[in-house]
């Protein structure tokens, strides 16, 4: 849609995981659209199509959240690269973030014409031309910036209620994963993981690590607990990790969070 409005020469590949793969070697392109597995697949499995990635003018990714591991990558990056913030409500995105280059940005800054507040729910609220004037009440929960940015922090229905404290579960992720990559030289960040709630007889529910793969060592899982107590609050910090050999994922790839609970409660007990 961007293409055809600002009248680009467009290239159409099939959707994949690595969608310069089938290009020539002396393809050139001023822009593209990668969601954040996309992209860490290009950087990790094909390094030699960096210089093609360096050549635009700009590179947006959304459609997810990006990984710190991912953000880190990004660096390696001379083209600009925004995070894009958006949904199908508005059809496209209405505010960026800088993710690579010396100052890279933590809050998404709306676009010109788009204004941003927040509901009684903490819940963000946009009202531009792409909403028709009207104000439309979103379930992202958002730490608003005097500025008018705003940094994302999770989804409404991602939250935990773990003997009466709401838990967001995003934030607990971010820690964790910050553990990961700092421990042991990062050897256990390749992980697939997601946090959830899980049955609990005195709590409801429980903060709940569920990870790709076998068991962590204990004196592994013992490290990156105290971590995360480091980093998160006392109801934060997950009271249990869980281990499936595979997390199911959803057409477009990503973890099916509400299918890996089911399974993972049909084998274990409440607790």
Same mark, same amino acid.
């Given at each position: 849609? /961007?293409?055809?409005?600002?009248?680009?020469?467009?290239?159409?590949?099939?959707?994949?995981?690595?969608?310069?793969?089938?290009?020539?070697?002396?393809?050139?392109?001023?822009?593209?659209?990668?969601?954040?597995?996309?992209?860490?697949?290009?950087?990790? /499995?094909?390094?030699?199509?960096?210089?093609?990635?360096?050549?635009?003018?700009?590179?947006?990714?959304?459609?997810?959240?990006?990984?710190?591991?991912?953000? !880190?990558?990004?660096? !390696?990056?001379?083209?600009?690269?925004?995070?894009?913030?958006?949904?199908?409500?508005?059809?496209?995105?209405?505010?960026?973030?800088?993710?690579?280059?010396?100052?890279?940005?933590?809050?998404?800054?709306?676009?010109?014409?788009?204004?941003?507040?927040?509901?009684?729910?903490?819940?963000?609220?946009?009202?531009?031309?792409?909403?028709?004037?009207?104000?439309?009440?979103?379930?992202?929960?958002?730490?608003?910036?005097?500025?008018?940015?705003?940094?994302?922090?999770?989804?409404?229905?991602?939250?935990?209620?773990?003997?009466?404290?709401?838990?967001?579960?995003?934030?607990?992720? /971010?820690?964790?994963?910050?553990?990961?990559?700092?421990?042991?030289?990062?050897?256990?960040?390749?992980?697939?993981?997601?946090?959830?709630?899980?049955?609990?007889?005195?709590?409801?529910?429980?903060?709940?690590?569920?990870?790709?793969?076998?068991?962590?060592?204990?004196?592994?899982?013992?490290?990156?607990?105290?971590?995360?107590?480091?980093?998160?609050?006392?109801?934060?910090?997950?009271?249990?990790?869980?281990?499936?050999? !595979?997390?199911?994922?959803?057409?477009?790839?990503?973890?099916?969070? !509400?299918?890996?609970?089911?399974?993972?409660?049909?084998?274990?007990?409440?607790?």
């Amino acid at each position: 849609m /961007r293409g055809f409005v600002l009248g680009l020469r467009l290239t159409v590949v099939t959707p994949s995981a690595n969608p310069l793969a089938s290009l020539p070697p002396d393809a050139r392109f001023d822009f593209t659209a990668l969601v954040p597995l996309q992209l860490q697949t290009i950087l990790a /499995r094909t390094p030699d199509r960096l210089p093609l990635l360096d050549g635009m003018k700009a590179i947006l990714v959304g459609g997810a959240p990006v990984s710190m591991a991912l953000q !880190r990558a990004l660096q !390696r990056i001379a083209a600009p690269v925004y995070h894009t913030y958006g949904m199908t409500e508005t059809v496209t995105h209405i505010a960026l973030r800088r993710l690579n280059g010396p100052h890279p940005e933590a809050a998404f800054k709306p676009l010109p014409g788009v204004q941003v507040g927040q509901d009684e729910r903490g819940c963000l609220t946009v009202t531009a031309p792409v909403t028709g004037g009207q104000t439309l009440h979103t379930n992202d929960r958002v730490d608003l910036q005097p500025d008018g940015s705003f940094v994302w922090l999770g989804r409404l229905d991602n939250v935990i209620n773990s003997g009466g404290v709401k838990v967001q579960v995003e934030r607990v992720e /971010r820690a964790l994963e910050r553990a990961l990559l700092d421990y042991r030289g990062g050897v256990f960040s390749g992980r697939r993981f997601f946090v959830g709630g899980t049955p609990d007889e005195r709590l409801g529910e429980t903060v709940t690590v569920v990870m790709e793969g076998s068991p962590l060592p204990v004196q592994d899982e013992a490290a990156l607990r105290a971590a995360l107590q480091a980093a998160l609050s006392r109801y934060e910090v997950p009271r249990r990790f869980a281990f499936l050999p !595979r997390l199911p994922q959803t057409p477009t790839g990503k973890i099916d969070r !509400r299918a890996a609970l089911r399974r993972l409660s049909a084998t274990t007990p409440p607790r």
